[in-house]
């Protein structure tokens, strides 16, 4: 099982460009999660998802835009790249409401 | 609004127990949960609290008290590679998660 699993693990962009986070678990998970940690700080929930075809805003959203076509995968899209979306990005999936969250390994964004 | 605490830094000894307190106030409480983050890796489970009292998992042992609105960590003999970040995160009544800003746990020999 690879579990979840980001890409890129690292990404340097420039303002205004765009970008799309990749995020695919194979542990057939319903709810997947994506966050931002930025440093000193807790994690951010941006969008999350309970199941294909659902997609719903978390604390964080502005900037940022997700799909759910399938239960695999759930990328994240930077529209216009701002030097404040520069962050640790963490995707994240559970079986059920009540369950752990397993993380991916992370993808470094740094916006110039 | 909803609002996790935790201290900051902690620093002890190897060998020796530490304990990290976390106390929070959500919309209500579905469960909570505490994960252990190295530096520049992802989180990773640890332990999950829904009823009250004390989960023993090894060296790692999780306390909660919903009444008081408040849970520890506790880490028994110490070892250098627990010199990590500890995330305290509590499940609201929408089963959204809320974190807190994480306790960075420093070791020294």
């Known amino acids: 099982n690879a579990g979840v699993t980001q890409t890129p693990k690292f990404r340097i962009l420039k303002i205004g460009q765009s970008m799309t986070l990749q995020c695919t678990q194979d542990?057939?998970?319903?709810?997947m999660y994506w966050y931002r940690q930025d440093p000193g700080m807790g994690l951010k929930l941006i969008y999350y998802?309970?199941?294909?075809?659902?997609?719903d805003k978390g604390e964080v959203p502005n900037g940022y835009n997700v799909s759910r076509s399938t239960t695999e995968d759930f990328p994240l899209r930077l529209e216009l790249a701002a030097p404040s979306q520069t962050s640790v990005y963490f995707c994240?999936?559970?079986?059920?409401?009540?369950?752990?969250?397993?993380f991916g390994e992370g993808s470094r964004l740094t916006v110039l | 609004g909803q609002n996790i605490d935790q201290p900051t830094e902690m620093t002890a000894t190897e060998g020796a127990i530490v304990q990290i307190n976390c106390t929070y106030q959500?919309?209500?409480?579905?469960?909570l949960f505490w994960y252990q983050q190295h530096a520049g890796e992802a989180p990773t489970f640890l332990s999950y609290?829904?009823l009250d009292g004390l989960e023993e998992k090894g060296r790692f042992s999780s306390f909660l008290s919903r009444s008081k609105g408040y849970s520890y960590l506790l880490l028994k003999e110490l070892q250098m590679k627990d010199s990590a970040s500890y995330l305290c995160?509590?499940?609201?009544?929408?089963?959204?998660?809320?974190w807190g800003a994480g306790t960075k746990l420093i070791i020294k020999p």
């Open positions: 542990m057939n998970h319903n709810y």
């Open positions: 995160a509590v499940k609201d009544s929408n089963y959204q998660l809320i």
């Open positions: 959500t919309s209500g409480f579905n469960g």
């Open positions: 609290n829904v």
């Open positions: 994240a999936s559970m079986v059920r409401e009540a369950g752990e969250l397993f």
């Open positions: 998802s309970v199941g294909a075809g659902i997609t």
